[in-house]
């Protein structure tokens, strides 16, 4: 998937409702996904929570083929910033 599909993916995830803080996905060489509540842009700011993943990764879990647990625990996901942050994205992913 490319970063386009899957900003629309999470907007899609996301429209009816986000969380209230700020979360990006940070897929390396291919870019950003900045969330703040259902706004979804490619703008690399500072957020609440910063999820480190590549973008294979984030288009198994945005498919819910990619366990989010298990992927914390295996390495393939890596957060800096607020955890309790990131706990609140198994409402939307």
């Given at each position: 998937?490319?970063?386009?599909?899957?900003?629309?993916?999470?907007?899609?995830?996301?429209?009816?409702?986000?969380?209230?803080?700020?979360?990006?996905?940070?897929?390396?060489?291919?870019?950003v996904i900045f969330l703040?509540?259902?706004?979804?842009?490619?703008?690399?700011?500072?957020?609440?929570?910063?999820?480190?993943?590549?973008?294979?990764?984030l288009a198994d879990l945005?498919?819910?083929?990619?366990?989010?647990?298990?992927?914390?625990?295996?390495?393939?996901?890596?957060?800096?910033?607020?955890?309790?942050?990131?706990?609140?994205?198994?409402?939307?992913?």
């Amino acid at each position: 998937m490319s970063l386009q599909e899957l900003t629309e993916a999470v907007r899609a995830k996301v429209a009816g409702g986000g969380i209230d803080d700020t979360v990006k996905f940070d897929c390396g060489s291919d870019g950003v996904i900045f969330l703040d509540g259902s706004t979804v842009t490619n703008e690399d700011k500072d957020a609440d929570c910063t999820i480190k993943i590549s973008s294979d990764n984030l288009a198994d879990l945005l498919a819910g083929e990619l366990n989010p647990t298990m992927a914390f625990m295996t390495g393939k996901i890596k957060v800096e910033g607020n955890m309790a942050v990131a706990m609140k994205l198994g409402s939307i992913v």
